[in-house]
């Protein structure tokens, strides 16, 4: 039996959908948006653990998830408030599971797995079950999503409530199917329920990561174009939604300007950026022009390209004009919309090649085959990006790799220098590989002092318990700046240059292990 991938149902504003042939069976219904859920699935699963691997960004959720409630929220009162919701969640998943890497990173997956299946549902709502499935199929199949679906960061989560609170909406915008039958009550009791589930699911992942309101302005371009073809009431309803969610996002907002030296690391957008961009935009609206089996005044053009162009565009300006913010992982969501766009180009293809097919007797031949056929090309032509993507060496760095170095080269006794203080991450996540060395620097450890990586002494306290010891290991990045801006790695530095002698450099998991003796 086939999935039927038919036209599927119209959808067109200010009157009656057409019925769908595919509603007529519940499996196919549940079929569409399963399939890139099962895809999903089995990609973000296949190398979950990358052979124990964490990078410096896992890190932090590791460390602050193990923190007690109370420790949580004293620490978020001074750092990372942005990502305190989060926290919380790991830190139940933690509770539950146990602290493991599978705990750490399942939810990351599971959020890849419904944004999948959401992607789906809001094709085939738009344009009918192969694009549905297509677009799906698409956003599954993204490197992009694939990597961090495998990282214990709140992205993925991000992207499955901005997906889902799509749906939402354009189940409010554009009602199809068994409720289009309803009598008016009932189909004012469905819009409320849907209104009333995108206010609370939009709001939920705000306050997962407030960046998502840039879906929320997407959103309201989708609705005005909805408005001015003829649907009055849906500007109103949006605009009250927008309100409960702007309001109750607006503490964290306020709460975590004041934390905003956090991303200071983030550099102006490159000339690759931009050009990345430029390009994804290019193909949204290439895919754009192709043509559709009926006209229809909501399509996935003005539900993806909007989700698509608001959040890139929208953090590039702000990182002009405010301050460098842009980062692809932060809009992660965006892609939702370019997999919208693809799903239409290939349902089209789809369409074209069965036309084709028919028309030289080949009657075998199924839209199922040739998606099939098409995701096993792409897996395929994809497979070096994936291999790489699951190996340990294709984050940033290693925590885990480095303790181990410091582990092999350390002696009881030694004191052990981070530079700059974030590398003490590798001691926090793995502190039996640290045991019997003595942190110089550190006057209040994270936990006590609401910190992520703790408060250092000051400058005078640090070279006083560098000339202490004989032998100290220390832990950096790679390039080592011969003149760091913290006067803290300034005095580090500069006594290591005169009283000690570095006999072991080594570079691992993305960082360097030294090893310094004192000069006699």
Known sequence: ???????????????????????????????????????ALGLSLWGLSRQGAIWRDEAATWEVARRSIPEIWHMIGQVDVVHGLYYLLIHTAFEIFGANLAALRLPSALGAIVAAGATAAIGRRLAGPTAGLAAGLVLALLPVMQRYAQEGRSFTLVTAGVAVATWLLVGAVCPTGPMTSRDGRGRRAAWGWRWGGYTAVMLATALLNWLSLFALAAHGVTVLIAWRAGQRPLLARWLVSAAVIASGTLPLILASLPQANQVAWIQPASAVTLLGVTAMLGVALACARVPRPERTELSPVPVGLPLLAVPQLGLLLASWLVKPLYVDRYVLFAYIGLALLVGLAVAWAVRAALSYGRARG???????????????????????????????????????????????????????????????????????????????????????????????????????????????????????????????????????????????????????????????
């Open 1 to 39: 039996m086939s999935l039927d991938l038919g036209p599927g149902p119209t959808a067109v504003i200010g009157r009656r959908a057409a019925p769908a042939t595919v509603g007529a069976r519940w499996w196919p219904r549940c079929a569409v948006p399963g399939v890139p859920a099962l895809l």
């Open 362 to 520: 080949w009657g075998w031949l199924r839209g199922e085959m040739l998606l099939a056929g098409l995701v096993a090309v792409v897996f395929m032509a994809l497979l070096p990006l994936e291999l790489g993507l699951r190996n340990p060496e294709s984050r940033t760095d290693d925590v885990r790799v480095t303790a181990d170095k410091v582990a092999e080269l350390a002696r009881p006794g030694d004191g052990v220098l981070y530079i700059p203080d974030q590398r003490r991450d590798a001691a926090l996540v793995t502190p039996s590989q640290f045991g019997g060395l003595d942190d110089l620097a550190l006057a209040e450890d994270p936990v006590a002092s609401g910190t992520l990586y703790g408060v250092e002494a000051t400058p005078e306290r640090i070279r006083a318990a560098m000339l202490t010891h004989r032998r100290i290991i220390v832990v950096s990045d790679t390039v080592l700046s011969p003149a760091p801006s913290a006067p803290r790695d300034l005095t580090k530095l500069t006594v290591l240059a005169r009283h000690f002698t570095l006999t072991v450099s080594a570079e691992t998991g993305g960082r360097r292990v030294m090893v310094y003796e004192k000069t006699r």
